[in-house]
């Protein structure tokens, strides 16, 4: 057993934590069994996907409004031929997002794959073809999230981004929401890749939500609810994970639990337009 997996393992016994966990279990529950997930799941998880791509994408600084992001997942307009980097974070936000739905088979059994092709997803407009779809190499460095403080070198993103491995094939050790709380804050703060690490760590969330059996619709918008408050409190709450110790790591886990629970309000709400057929107007 590697000691990410002891360390959260432990980590229920934080003030706070055990509740949180049950509040999130409650409202992904009442989500599951809304009316719209009866028939209506494949509408209500692709407009899910479309708002967690807009809000992965302010979360980089890439705001742009709902209906072109909504056109470009589903392919109703093109990308632009000459990218900016406005242009090129969407379209990262985006594939990595859509890539979460198909890895989500594969992430409990096989998370070194189900990483690796979501970094090719949102690497791909970001990185060279040699950068993307792997971990930093030996003096490759990272820039990303700086208000984190630096990155580890790039061995030490490598072990770390082994124990994230560790920890979800072990995934029955301690509950969903701590399991997908903790693997997103460890990618986001170990900046395994040398950028779209925080867009893989999303992405990642939400297929671990869904493989695991919190979100098994895969309804809840997790990526909307860390983007509730602003960028700034989600890299507040990460860098409380990353420099803060058991304080900050308790803060980041139940930061997590509101944006999950906050998530499934969204997505709530989303089926509450499938079924009035007013998606377009949320």
């Given at each position: 057993?590697?000691?990410?997996?002891?360390?959260?393992?432990?980590?229920?016994?934080?003030?706070?934590?055990?509740?949180?966990v049950?509040?999130?279990?409650?409202?992904?529950?009442?989500?599951?069994?809304?009316?719209?997930?009866?028939?209506?799941?494949?509408?209500?998880?692709?407009?899910?996907?479309?708002?967690?791509?807009?809000?992965?994408?302010?979360?980089?600084?890439?705001?742009?409004?709902?209906d072109?992001?909504?056109?470009?997942?589903?392919?109703?307009?093109?990308?632009?031929?000459?990218?900016?980097?406005?242009?090129?974070?969407?379209?990262?936000?985006v594939?990595?997002?859509?890539?979460?739905?198909?890895?989500?088979?594969?992430?409990?059994?096989?998370?070194?794959?189900?990483?690796?092709?979501?970094?090719?997803?949102?690497?791909?407009?970001?990185?060279?073809?040699?950068?993307?779809?792997?971990?930093r190499?030996?003096?490759?460095?990272?820039?990303?999230?700086?208000?984190?403080?630096?990155?580890?070198?790039?061995?030490?993103?490598?072990?770390?981004?082994?124990?994230?491995?560790?920890?979800?094939?072990?995934?029955?050790?301690?509950?969903?929401?701590?399991?997908?709380?903790?693997?997103?804050a460890?990618?986001?703060s170990?900046?395994?890749?040398v950028?779209?690490?925080?867009l893989?760590?999303?992405?990642?969330?939400?297929?671990?939500?869904?493989?695991?059996?919190?979100?098994?619709?895969?309804?809840?918008?997790a990526?909307?609810?860390?983007?509730?408050?602003?960028?700034?409190?989600?890299?507040?709450?990460?860098?409380?994970?990353?420099?803060?110790?058991?304080?900050?790591?308790?803060?980041?886990?139940?930061?997590?639990?509101?944006?999950?629970?906050?998530g499934?309000?969204?997505g709530?709400?989303?089926?509450?337009?499938?079924?009035?057929?007013?998606?377009?107007?949320?």
């Amino acid at each position: 057993m590697s000691d990410l997996v002891r360390a959260v393992e432990s980590l229920q016994s934080l003030p706070g934590v055990a509740q949180a966990v049950e509040d999130v279990r409650e409202s992904c529950t009442q989500l599951r069994w809304h009316p719209a997930l009866r028939r209506r799941i494949p509408e209500a998880a692709t407009e899910s996907r479309v708002r967690g791509a807009k809000a992965s994408a302010d979360l980089e600084g890439a705001e742009v409004g709902i209906d072109t992001v909504r056109d470009l997942f589903r392919g109703a307009v093109d990308w632009p031929t000459e990218p900016g980097p406005v242009e090129q974070t969407l379209r990262a936000a985006v594939q990595a997002t859509a890539e979460s739905e198909h890895v989500q088979s594969l992430v409990l059994s096989a998370p070194a794959q189900a990483l690796a092709r979501l970094h090719v997803a949102a690497g791909a407009p970001l990185l060279p073809d040699d950068q993307v779809g792997r971990p930093r190499l030996d003096g490759e460095d990272c820039r990303e999230l700086v208000e984190l403080g630096p990155a580890p070198d790039a061995a030490e993103a490598r072990r770390r981004l082994q124990g994230v491995i560790e920890l979800v094939v072990e995934h029955d050790k301690a509950p969903a929401l701590l399991i997908a709380a903790v693997v997103h804050a460890e990618i986001a703060s170990a900046r395994p890749f040398v950028r779209g690490n925080a867009l893989v760590a999303r992405a990642f969330e939400r297929a671990l939500l869904q493989a695991g059996g919190l979100d098994p619709t895969g309804v809840v918008v997790a990526e909307a609810g860390h983007a509730r408050k602003s960028a700034v409190d989600y890299i507040g709450a990460l860098t409380a994970y990353t420099s803060g110790g058991t304080t900050g790591v308790r803060l980041w886990l139940l930061e997590s639990a509101e944006a999950i629970q906050a998530g499934a309000r969204a997505g709530a709400r989303i089926c509450d337009a499938v079924l009035a057929g007013r998606v377009r107007d949320l």
